[in-house]
């Protein structure tokens, strides 16, 4: 049995994202903080093949809410335009809600709790947002290959957008 040729995923990736300004609300300098990290740990490295562009990235990506879609819009790097995906906002809600309500908890934690508690709260975190990783990775599949960490990272912006102060 022959194994398939390894796909060159070099092309494959973004190298700069903006997120919709008018779709951000005002947040604090926690929330400031992650959009920074998860910006830069993306550019960094990622695996972002959309199925429209075969193969010939590099690519930018613009993220916005727009009604109650979530829009990709994806461009190579010298800005011509690749696709645009609008998926429904309906199956993060609820997860990004309880991303929320553990990340206040986790932020009020850390200034007075436990090592334990702290831990125990960040475990949970972590887990959540796994959760809207990989629902972001389902709702991508046939328009967009990404990795589970570019989904992580992804999914952080996608909270960005959602958090209204």
Known sequence: MTKPPEQDDSNNRIVAVT???????????DIEHERAIAIYDLIEQNLFAPEAADGNGPFTLHIGIT????????????GTPVVVHLLSLGPFRGIVKDYFMICDSYYQAIRTATPD???????????????????LQERLKGKVRVDFETSRRLFTLITVLHWKG
Request: glycine share 14%; proline share 2%; hydrophobic share 25%.
């Open 67 to 78: 009604g109650n879609r979530l829009m990709f819009d994806i461009r190579r790097e010298d």
């Open 19 to 29: 997120l919709d300004e008018e779709s951000i609300g005002r947040s604090g300098p």
């Open 117 to 135: 508690k702290i831990e125990a709260i960040d475990m949970g975190r972590r887990g959540i947002h796994d959760e809207g990783s990989r629902t």
